[in-house]
């Protein structure tokens, strides 16, 4: 298949490349690179070492004897290029990642939520409307966030999107199928919200072909593809903003940093292993909805964990120690998430799980790169209101900063 | 009270503007005027000869004495001069009509549809950003649509925003309010849907007090306040984009037109007199939800119809034939739909039905500036998608165009 990787340099989207390339489908990354240009906004940068989308690409003919084509163009801003781009090339399918994906990123301040919102929505809006417009019959797959469910379950699991409810009428109770009620925790996730009602108009409107992917936080960072080489590393977020839970536990152990529990740590989330996120993109494209069929929706994870069990894990594997702090999100202290994930175990997904070793793996890498780590950039200071941004604890380490040895 | 009335040069918010000034009330209305530019993009213009907004205000203040202050300001692009103005002005209510609001020219084109999405998502959450950084406590009261709910009734009344589910769980039936499951059927209806999702965050994350209005279809054209003095005239639309259903079989039969029915006519669709619009944002500012309190939503109509039994009501009165052409929206051809408004007739809203010779009013109106009429624009040849598009009827009354007499 010939498949626009729409957000194809980032975190998700280079393994994606890579591991669908490796398959032999003609692969064309579009990205407007700003994942990088907040790397310099906010003066992190990746664990790991990045070469330039362009230096991967050819690293990767080099090691592969593939080629991944790399189109410069941003989505939520230059729709007549992104239409006249689809009509030229014709893709089979689409998958899009083009979205500012971090939560407290899109908490920092009211620049960030206004960008975040104006980012993704036009995004994902300007793709649906120039898909329709270009007049292609390419699958689209999305990928979507567990968060849109918010984390508050009924006591029961959470279905793959759809629900299941009675409704009282004066002639009895009715069985209807709604989309899950949304309700967003951050300015991201919300923005995931919005698209999900895109995708259900454009679907029922246009008869557009989309899968939209709920994902559970990623963790771990090689693929098979991307360990074939040094420069085809994947990147690796440390700091506040951009690295997520298990990984910044993995990589505070690996440089001897407390693990930064946020309140009791009493969260429960949704853990997906960078491996089986590509895979699973494989899988969507296999399984792709007809014309006409609502939008299909698969709960992307394999398994839940509780964040202060994690962090107790990860404690007892590395030897560290566990920071409670006070937590900077507006989000209930505890909560329990039952997911079902059946539809992609029945495509045949067998599921990485945290047993496997692979904790390991990730605190290897960590280690091998601590000499790269600013350490005042580890703590989460984005706070979701102004009365929590005054309790937030900047320095977990306390004013004694180590230097990293 | 100090209010902004975000789009305050507009249908709704004219009338709006002058009826809380009228009150005593100090008003600032914030306005683009893209509806201005839009009546020059399509080359039509309101039935009724509307003067500039500055000029609206002068002569407000001349018959009333009253000031109506106005500011030009593009809520969905000049966040930091919207934040600058709030904190400044300090309102204690804001108003938000400021949205592309009309169904057919969201789906005119992919240019429509995406300047819709830009405009209407940007503007809503700009305001919402910028009340939350300016730390103001003001009572935002939105007008939303009856479209969010898509018009598929379940066999029970609509109810206000919140509906009442039964989900299984393995411990037995589980009660649940909800939003109401949104099916909006337009790119329009759909930016809608979107500002709901937007309205629960900011409240829930923020505590902003925010009401929301699902409006039916708004008919007529004099309130009080603007019928007293011609240049208070409220702006009248006629045309296939603009124009909404009720007063255009109104100026159909004013000017011997046929009146242009889609499809069988069996969309039932819910209606609102000017008037009662009005009043329904005076009562909705009276009763402002506390900080905390999820978004307050109304159901704002007071009657339904069938669009052809409309069709058939006004050929009476009026002596005018009916067309029925194809259908250039992809909706249900027959729809029922039973509505909930018990809050605004708690509050004291005493309806204007179609039965107070009201039609007779438009109709007047309709006579008075049928010299203004551009026949050729009645038609609504805007359609939801390319197959429906090649069937829309350009010209309802043949090729001999008649003149207005």
Same mark, same amino acid.
């Given at each position: ?12 989207g %280079?393994? !994606?490349?890579?591991h669908?390339?490796?398959?032999g489908?003609? =692969?064309?990354?579009i990205?407007?690179?700003s ?7 906010l003066?992190? @940068?990746? #664990? ?9 690409? /050819? ?25 006249? %781009? ?21 908490? +920092?301040?009211? /620049? ?13 809006h ?27 379950s009924?006591?029961a ?5 759809? #629900?299941?409810?009675?409704?009282d009428?004066?002639?009895?109770? +009715? ?24 995708f ?18 990623? %963790?771990?960072?090689?693929t ?7 420069? #085809?590393?994947?990147?690796f977020?440390?700091d ?6 298990l990984?910044?536990?993995? =990589? ?7 693990? !930064? ?5 009493? @969260? ?24 006409g069929?609502?939008? +299909? ?14 962090a107790?894990l ?6 560290? /120690?566990?920071?409670? #702090? ?22 045949g997904?067998?599921? !990485? ?25 580890v ?12 309790r ?14």
């Amino acid at each position: 298949m010939k498949i626009a990787i729409l957000g194809g340099d980032g975190f998700c989207g %280079w393994p !994606t490349s890579v591991h669908l390339s490796a398959q032999g489908h003609d =692969i064309h990354i579009i990205d407007n690179l700003s994942r990088r240009w907040i790397d310099t906004e906010l003066g992190v @940068q990746s #664990l790991t070492p990045m070469d330039s989308i362009q230096e991967r690409c /050819r690293i990767w003919k080099q090691v592969s004897g593939e080629t991944i084509h790399f189109h410069l163009l941003d989505l939520s801003k230059e729709f007549e290029r992104l239409k006249q %781009w689809l009509a030229t090339h014709k893709p089979d399918a689409i998958v899009h990642f083009a979205e500012q994906r971090a939560a407290p990123y899109s908490m +920092k301040s009211d /620049r960030h939520k206004v960008y975040t919102v104006n980012n993704n929505v036009n995004a994902t809006h300007n793709l649906l409307a120039a898909v329709v417009e270009s007049g292609i019959d390419a699958h689209i797959v999305h990928l979507g966030t567990m968060g849109v469910y918010g984390y508050s379950s009924v006591g029961a699991p959470i279905p793959e999107g759809y #629900l299941d409810v009675e409704i009282d009428t004066p002639s009895g109770k +009715k069985e209807q199928e709604i989309l899950y009620p949304t309700r967003p925790g951050s300015v991201y996730h919300m923005t995931k919200s919005l698209d999900q009602i895109l995708f259900q108009f454009y679907a029922q409107n246009d008869g557009l072909r989309i899968t939209d992917l709920h994902q559970g936080i990623v %963790w771990g960072t090689h693929t098979d593809q991307t360990a074939r080489h040094e420069q #085809l590393v994947n990147r690796f977020d440390y700091d506040g903003d951009y690295g997520t839970v298990l990984n910044r536990f993995l =990589i505070q152990a690996a440089i001897d940093y407390p693990l !930064t529990v946020h309140g009791s740590g009493g @969260q429960t989330r949704a853990f997906i292993h960078i491996r089986d996120s590509v895979r699973c993109i494989e899988l969507a494209l296999s399984d792709a909805p007809k014309s006409g069929d609502r939008v +299909k929706i698969f709960n992307q994870m394999t398994e839940t964990h509780r964040v202060r069990d994690l962090a107790e894990l990860v404690a007892k594997i590395a030897g560290a /120690r566990i920071a409670y #702090l006070p937590n900077p999100r507006k989000e209930a202290a505890e909560n329990d998430l039952i997911v079902q994930n059946d539809k992609f175990l029945a495509l045949g997904l067998e599921p !990485t799980t945290l047993a496997e070793g692979l904790l390991s793996e990730v605190v290897d890498v960590a280690r091998k790169y601590a000499h790269r780590i600013d350490r005042s950039r580890v703590p989460a200071v984005s706070a979701w209101t102004k009365d929590l941004a005054a309790r937030v604890e900047q320095d977990p380490e306390g004013t004694a900063i180590r230097s990293v040895s």
